[in-house]
Structure formats: structure tokens, C-alpha cells
């Protein structure tokens, strides 16, 4: 009896394990999967063999900041040239198993963690599936471009051009691989918010003084975890006399409730010249709502000439002076 027992547990165990090997296994993404089973023989010995059926690719790898970091010969096979990225070239050419890593043809999901395979010293997968723009399907090559702007067009080299149009005249010079200016990337999906930057007041972006990534982070990293985590903390970088700290603070301005800044001020753009919400008393209603009705109608609170420190005031409570 106590010999069956021990094999009942046996069995369980095994069972558990297999169960657990199973789960580990299915959970890993594609890149994962094909690098883990590739042996030393799957791998061409460069990229020659690649350069037979895309010419244009190869040559022009050169041309990727790619190519600096994957053109070391002490590297692995499986970080180095385009098999780093696609997989290995033996079993891409086999009939019988032919697999590549395409990351036009794979998901949002399956494609980012074949970056994150190499990129996870600047962001780790957990990082990433955190972001909003992981979250809606954005992937990695969704806004950078790894290979250079050319294709191949019926063994024809053609130049292809980015159907979107610059969105601003000031066009700064793409950064970080981006297939586009920022402005026009990130306006692609963020309509709503170029359509602010065309308000008579507004940060100067169309200009090119200013681009997106100065206040926001696409995504975390390790040395930047996110730019967002104190919106005060922004905006202080170059409106540098209010940060403060001051002796009375107004609870917006310290972060202390709402939403910081942006409480009162659009950041990407209006037609006031301050980028406030509002022009009238009503902005500060929003939060002292008995002082609507009767308190000096017909003025805004700080025009009237009452609290004009209202971020903050060193020598009055109430923002009376400054």
C-alpha cells in the first residue's frame, strides 16, 4: 500500500512537471522558440548567403546604426548580422522547416519581444507590456525603421517614401531609427492632439524648437523609467521659476491633488496666451466653487489683482503677493 503511494506521488509530480513545461514553453514567443531549438549548424557562416535572395537588404545594412552593434565577429551567432534579427539562415532556406523571423508578417506582440530579445538591457518585457502603446498593439517597428528607406520593387531598387507628409514646416531630422519626424509619427495616431499645436498658443513644436519625446516617453526604461510620473517635475525643466519649492503652496501646482499643471493649463496648445483651460473665473471655480457667485464678479482672480502668486507664495497663504 505504501508502495502505490509513493508511485501515486511519483506520477503526480511528473504530471505537474510536464504540465509546468508545457505552460513555460507556450508561453515563450516565437523568436524564443526558433533560437532555443536551433543548433551551431543552422546558422550560415555570414551573410552571404542571405544576399542571394535580398540583395537590396543586405547591402544596404550597412547604412542601419544596426549594423555597428551586429558586426562584431566575437559575437554570438545569434546576435550577430541579419540572422540576429530573422533567426537561423539554415532553417529560413529549409523546404521542409522553412521559418524566419518577419516582422512585417508577425504580431504587434510576437514582434516587439523579438527586439526585446537584444533591447531587454533598456527595457525588459514586463517594462514594455505595461505601456499604453503596447496595449493597443503598437510595435517596435510600428515607429522605427531598421533597415534603410529602400526596397525592392520586381528586382528593381526603387526609393520608397513615406506616404504621410511632414505635419509640421519645421521638420526636425528623425532620431532613434523613426521612420518619420516625430511630430508626423506620433500625429498619426495622436490626431487630436496635433490639431491642438495649431491653436493661436501653443509649446513650440511646429516650430521645431520642441518635439514630443522632450516631454513624453514612448517607453520605460531602466536608466528613464517613465517621463510622466511627475508632470511638475516636466514642465519645472524649462519654466524653472515654478518649481519652487515655496513656503505656500497651491495644491495643484505641488501635485498634492489633481493632476498638476495640466489642471489649468492645455500643454500642447490653445488660444490663450498662458495655455490656460479657461479665460475666465471659472478656472478657479473649478475648485472653489463658493467663491463663484459673489466674490468680486466680473474679474478673474488674478487679474482683479488679488492672487497673482498662484503657483505659490512665500510670504502669503491666501497667494495674495508673492
Known sequence: MKLQAQFLVFGIALLSYGFVGATQSTGKSQADRLFARAQADDYMGSNAGCMECHPDKVEHFSESPHAAFMSDPNLPPDKSGCQGCHGPGNIHVADENAEVISFTKMSPKESSAACLRCHEKTMDKNQWHRTDHARADVACVSCHQIHSDTE???????????????????????????????????????????????????????????????????????ANTVRQDALKKNCVTCHTEKAGPFIFEHDPVAGNIGDGCVECHRPHGTNNPRLLISVTRGLCAQCHTDKLAGHHPGQTCWNAGCHVATHGSNTDPRFLQH
Open 152 to 222: 525592392t520593387d520586381l528586382g528593381k531598387k526603387v526609393k520608397s517614401k513615406d506616404p504621410r507628409s511632414a505635419l509640421f514646416a519645421a521638420k526636425p531630422d528623425p532620431k532613434s531609427m523613426l521612420k518619420a519626424d516625430e511630430e508626423t509619427l506620433c500625429g498619426s495616431c495622436h490626431p487630436a492632439v496635433t490639431a491642438e499645436f495649431r491653436g493661436a498658443h501653443r509649446h513650440p513644436v511646429p516650430e521645431g524648437r520642441m518635439v514630443c519625446s522632450d516631454c513624453h516617453s514612448p517607453h520605460p526604461s531602466k
